[in-house]
């Protein structure tokens, strides 16, 4: 895309349960209060599939009417969806929201999505192969996890050095780009195009923790485990989409190998060693501007800090 065809670009990143979604919407609106319109793209690989919800703490109805959303309920649960098909659905909405004048505040926790875009990954030099994926996929089911794992370390240690491996979907992917072009470097990144403001949510541990054990049960009181009944209903649960945290805890109380509160307890602790390897990837970001959000999402600096940025 060309620079006229990009729209400014506000990055709102930061650990699960740091306040993106409320500081993204309150952003857009106060944007919007001083006649800049605004629009929001999810970056978050769970929030692509439809159905899932509330596990995925996904921005409400009424949320979604106040501010314009992208990147959200782009497919089934069991349908395939890489960085690769996200760097493409982002950048045809991107090029809609900079045809509407507007300012894109692309707003998530998945690391890979935000550099895809604000970085400009090279993510369609990347190698895949339908056959390969779905022969990496059979022995997920059949062998579990811990093999793939093995099997990555094996052959791509690099690769596997900065991959989630508690995370079906990257270790699929990961290893079939090993495959197929073995433990080489990733693509050099493009660049976005043009400038781009870098925000990030820090959030003092005990904080955080409390956060996020609220919101666990705050998820399963609104839903999370009748949610799940259905998608089970309708979807194989041994996908990996079925892996993401919360929906394997609720499977758990479904199948009455887990209580509530024992479920609950558990989606917290995996929040919170999932918080910690997000950390850990977004310290490796440069340029980018922290704000303490650890008693509230902190929109004056937020503001300031976007309305210098278009004006620069």
Same mark, same amino acid.
């Given at each position: 895309m060309t620079d006229s065809a990009l729209p400014p670009l506000v990055v709102v990143a930061g650990v699960t349960a740091s306040g993106k979604t409320a500081l993204s919407l309150a952003l857009a609106e106060a944007l919007a209060a001083h006649g800049i319109p605004a629009e929001i793209v999810s970056a978050d690989s769970r929030q692509v599939y439809r159905g899932m919800d509330i596990g995925t703490a996904k921005a409400t109805p009424e949320e979604r009417a106040r501010v314009p959303h992208h990147g959200l309920d782009l497919v089934d649960p069991d349908q395939p969806f890489s960085v690769a098909d996200y760097s493409v659905y982002a950048s045809a909405a991107?090029?809609?929201?900079?045809? %509407?004048?507007?300012v894109a505040i692309l707003a998530g926790g998945t690391g890979f999505y935000l550099r895809a875009v604000a970085r400009g990954l090279a993510v369609d030099e990347l190698p895949w192969d339908a056959d390969v994926r779905a022969a990496i996929e059979a022995r997920l089911v059949a062998e579990?996890?811990?093999?793939?794992?093995?099997?990555?370390?094996?052959v791509a240690p690099t690769r596997a050095a900065a991959v989630d491996l508690r995370n079906p979907r990257r270790v699929v992917r990961a290893l079939e780009i090993a495959r197929l072009r073995g433990d080489a470097p990733l693509p050099e990144p493009r660049g976005y195009g043009r400038a781009v403001l870098w925000l990030g949510l820090s959030v003092e541990p005990p904080v955080l923790r409390e956060h996020i054990r609220a919101r666990a049960r705050a998820q399963f009181e609104a839903g999370l485990v009748e949610e799940t009944r259905a998608l089970v209903a309708r979807f194989d649960p041994s996908l990996p989409s079925f892996s993401g945290i919360g929906y394997a805890e609720a499977r758990a109380v479904i199948e009455g190998r887990l209580s509530l509160e024992a479920a609950i307890a558990e989606d917290a602790r %995996?929040?919170? /060693?999932?918080? %910690? %390897?997000? #950390?850990?990837?977004?310290?490796?970001?440069?340029?980018?501007?922290?704000?303490?959000?650890?008693?509230? #999402?902190? /929109?004056?600096?937020?503001?300031?800090?976007?309305r210098a940025y278009i004006t620069a």
């Open positions: 991107l090029a809609g929201i900079a045809e %509407r004048g507007a579990g996890l811990p093999s793939l794992v093995a099997e990555l370390r094996g %995996r929040n919170l /060693l999932f918080a %910690r %390897r997000q #950390a850990t990837w977004f310290r490796r970001e440069p340029d980018v501007l922290w704000l303490d959000a650890t008693r509230e #999402a902190p /929109l004056g600096q937020a503001l300031a800090a976007t």
